[in-house]
């Protein structure tokens, strides 16, 4: 098999990122030394906490080792530049410097603020390029929730799945790997940061080809009634923080309260990739409801790591 990223959820079949999962579980289950030897280069453009720590210690327990080097030094502070660029800012192309490191390390795991970057760092990689997170996706945060909702309703089951809020990378990511998964998806959000109608053609696509469903609203209530799971995520995302203001005034119906309980199925899960603000986006009631998944959300993000490196680095 040839070498492969991991980019976005769309790059693959179902089948594949059932792989992983299925190794995850395997993985996770008992002692094993499948990264064992192996260096992975963690760059990271924005900050993380659960992506960082849970990912490096999945790393360690699999016996590999983890190198981080800041996107400055990495990228010679030009990331988006695809041809090397006169200037004293410019040390050395983007070429040179990844097929210098893919001689080194085994695989980069990249958190970036462009999707583009990873695009143009994946042109020249030699080794695995793993989307640690960008403005359009979130792989490795959809991994662990699927891994989450199977873990709780099993492999076979049909599970409703509604997002609630800004139709961001978190929400792409998720709504794509529940349709390829066969999934009711629904979505709710106001319309001022909504879906493009090249991406709901695309999940309308992605909808018929895996047997799924996808309803697309504007309306909350309707999205949550007799869902199995609800999900929500910050309104205003990293490197948007001068739009605070605006965006919140328009997600003023959107938070999630207790009441999203009553609308929802009996025993309904809720979800949130984290950080959350709590008394913007979320409610402590529904934070810390019995039924709140986000805990195991956060392990599984150590979890799924697993079997996504080792599957890759194989």
């Not at 309904?268 to 019995?290: K, N, Q, W, Y």
Request: proline share 3%; glycine share 6%; aromatic share 10%.
């Amino acid at each position: 098999m040839s070498m492969k990223h991991f980019l976005k959820i769309g790059d693959y079949e179902p089948d594949e990122l059932q792989q992983m999962l299925d190794l995850s579980t395997e993985l996770h289950g008992g002692q094993r030394e499948d990264l064992l030897h192996k260096n992975i280069l963690f760059t990271f453009e924005k900050p993380s906490l659960r992506t960082k720590v849970g990912t490096e210690v999945a790393i360690n327990h699999l016996g590999g080792d983890v190198i981080h080097i800041d996107p400055e030094s990495f990228l010679s502070g030009k990331i988006v530049y695809t041809q090397p660029v006169s200037g004293e800012d410019a040390r050395e192309s983007l070429h040179d410097t990844v097929k210098n490191v893919s001689q080194w390390c085994d695989a980069i795991f990249a958190r970036v603020f462009s999707h583009k970057t990873l695009q143009v760092l994946s042109k020249y990689s030699e080794i695995p390029l793993v989307n640690a997170l960008c403005d359009k996706h979130h792989p490795m945060q959809a991994m662990a929730d699927l891994y989450t909702i199977q873990q709780k309703y099993g492999r076979d089951q049909n599970v409703s799945v509604t997002f609630i809020g800004d139709a961001n990378n978190v929400a792409f990511s998720l709504i794509e790997i529940c349709l390829l998964f066969g999934h009711d998806v629904r979505f709710a959000g106001p319309k001022q940061y909504y879906w493009s109608q090249e991406q709901l053609d695309y999940f309308a696509d992605l909808a018929r080809r895996y047997n799924a469903k996808f309803t697309p609203t504007t309306e909350p209530e309707k999205a949550l009634k007799d869902t199995d799971v609800f999900y929500t995520d910050s309104f205003v995302s990293m490197g948007e923080e001068t739009e605070y203001e605006s965006k919140i005034a328009h997600f003023k119906n959107y938070q999630l309260t207790a009441e999203a309980f009553t609308h929802a199925r009996k025993n309904a899960g809720f979800m949130h990739c984290l950080p959350a603000h709590r008394g913007i986006e979320v409610t402590d009631e529904v934070m810390d409801h019995s039924n709140s998944w986000v805990l195991e959300q956060a392990k599984n993000r150590m979890v799924v790591s697993k079997g996504v490196f080792a599957h890759l680095i194989k």
